[in-house]
């Protein structure tokens, strides 16, 4: 099955600064790739999501991208601020498939 | 309005007891799920169903039986619990979109404390 590791495991930034968080997958039959943003005493939430067929996504100050040959995608947050201290997760899934296949989480806490 | 809901949202009780979890989804969902989080936020799923019937029976132990009345709910049932069932359970549910993907709702979360 699906085997997705994500890195860091913490990340502490300054407010202002840049977090990007690292995403690998094992499957190279998977082609989509979620990222879920999860605070404190939540749920996961949706806040982007890329497909195979596409190497970058831009939304506001988050961005993801996607290396398809060396199975790899990241999420980056720009000009970060205290509303984004949260767990982050990664997934990635096959087509046609539900199982939704999650990275480990990384926390990020964003310093005032 | 609450898109994925979920009951209780607490529950603390003793080794051996048998305790229920309730979700319900008003999106029109066909596809509902149970998840459980450890204490490292490890997400790791455990059941779907679609359309009332299981697709996914991940490798969890046969005291933990879901049941899924209807499209619109997913209950979770847990017989003689232990204490390494202590976690969060979130439900979820979804759609597939058009371009295939299968984009997950999750509810706020079910924090069992066993005893």
């Known amino acids: 099955g699906e085997n997705v590791e994500q890195h860091p495991s913490t990340l502490s930034v300054q407010e202002g600064d840049s977090a990007v968080i690292k995403c690998t997958y094992s499957d190279s039959a998977s082609n989509y790739f979620p990222w879920y943003k999860q605070e404190l005493g939540k749920g996961p939430q949706l806040i982007i999501d890329i497909r195979s067929n596409v190497g970058e996504k831009k939304d506001q100050r988050i961005a993801v991208t996607l290396n398809k040959t060396a199975k790899h995608f990241s999420l980056h947050i720009t000009e970060t601020q205290p509303e984004d201290s949260a767990v982050y997760f990664c997934?990635?899934?096959?087509?046609?498939?539900?199982?939704?296949?999650f990275g480990a989480g990384t926390t990020v806490t964003v310093r005032a | 309005d609450t898109a994925v809901s979920q009951t209780p949202k607490y529950l603390v009780t003793q080794m051996g007891n048998d305790k229920s979890i309730k979700c319900e989804q008003n999106l029109g969902h066909d596809t509902m799920y149970w998840y459980k989080q450890d204490s490292k936020k490890f997400l790791k799923i455990m059941f779907s169903?679609?359309?009332?019937?299981?697709?996914i029976n991940e490798t969890v132990p046969n005291r933990f039986s879901p049941k899924s009345p209807d499209k619109a709910h997913l209950n979770l049932h847990i017989n003689s619990l232990e204490l390494g069932d202590s976690a969060v359970y979130f439900c979820a549910s979804s759609r597939r979109q058009g371009t295939g993907a299968n984009v997950l709702t999750f509810g706020a979360g079910s924090r069992l404390t066993v005893l």
């Open positions: 997934a990635a899934s096959n087509p046609g498939d539900y199982k939704l296949s």
């Open positions: 169903y679609n359309n009332k019937e299981l697709i």
